[in-house]
């Protein structure tokens, strides 16, 4: 495929210069969905979690390097192009495909955790995952039509849905006990992996925005916004973490998601004690945000694989939004009307699968790049200058 080809097929978030500001916003929703989703995390750590997230941030600060790694050698190059460069035109096709079944089925696993999320505050879980399809036909569309849309959507959610968790953390930790945080107990070795594991789930889904980087223009300061947001993002959840501790203490391990549970002990005299409802709508919103950068990813990598115009992703996208949700309606009603087996799923089988998109594939093709450009005396796979 050339690279005239590959840029009419891919759907580039960098294609229309998109701000530091969108950019960064929607790094940080893809991370901090993944904050949300190992709320369960303080549940197994309790009075460890905070020690414990700091390796978790350790190991997730590793993904930027794997991004930024990426761009300084395939910028210039479609996600394909760059496979293809290191496995071979079959192989590639097949990885990029792999990838794209990856990434749907981690779309539907945040929407999976927005409808527990949703279900928690006693809502049904049924009717937010007709809004949720909603939502992800209109995103998806506007990712159709331009990525740079997920980026301003991402903006315009994530501030105020920081303002009002910062918020809320004013109401509840100056009332805490702030003795909840001793004695400092370290971290036993079986945190570890738990440890690590979350690292991967907050971090892991920066993998998805490489196959936007397409364009070579500003990419390098793009890479470097990404790492600040990663950076940010480790000291908003060890701040959630420390609030988590300190306000819920030993109750902490009762509930799945903490930082709900704070939401819902902050008050404002006796007129406003429901700030869980708006907390948790601009919540959801920023988990359906990342499953709508995960569902335009794997739409990208299918628009190169199978050469679709934009008429034909948006009846793409349609249908693979319409089929996942009937997908996820099925198997509860299968399991007569179960969530607990997606919740099974979501914690011993999406994990891996994490594992295989966000760190064997970038990390297997990047040392197969490197090694190939050695041998053709080369750095990088094709020529190009940054323009700052």
Known sequence: MSAKQSAAAVDVLTKDGIGRAELFSLALALMFGGVLLTGRAEKLWAQQSWLAVILAVVVGLIFPLLLAAWVRLFAGQSMGQSLQFVFGRGAARLLLFILAVLWLVQMAAAVTCAAFFWADLGAQSSALLLYAALFLLVAACFAAGGGIALGRVALLVVCPALVLVFANLLLTVSGADKGNLLPLILPDYTVWPDALMGGLLVFGNLTVLLPFFYHTEAVKNQTAVIARAAVWLGLLWLIFSLCAVAVLGAALPLYDFPLLQ?????EVGNWFSRFEVMGAALLLMVLLIRASVQFAAAVAVLAELWRLDKRQQIWLLVGGIAGLIWLLLAVVRHYGGDWSVL???????????LLFSAVVI???TILGAWLRLRLLGRTVVIRHSYRD
């Not at 704070?262 to 902050?266: E, G």
């Not at 919740?343 to 699968?353: A, D, E």
């Open 362 to 364: 970038p990390v297997v």
């Open 262 to 266: 704070i939401f819902r002990l902050a």
């Open 343 to 353: 919740l099974w799923f979501g914690v011993n089988i999406l994990p891996w699968l």
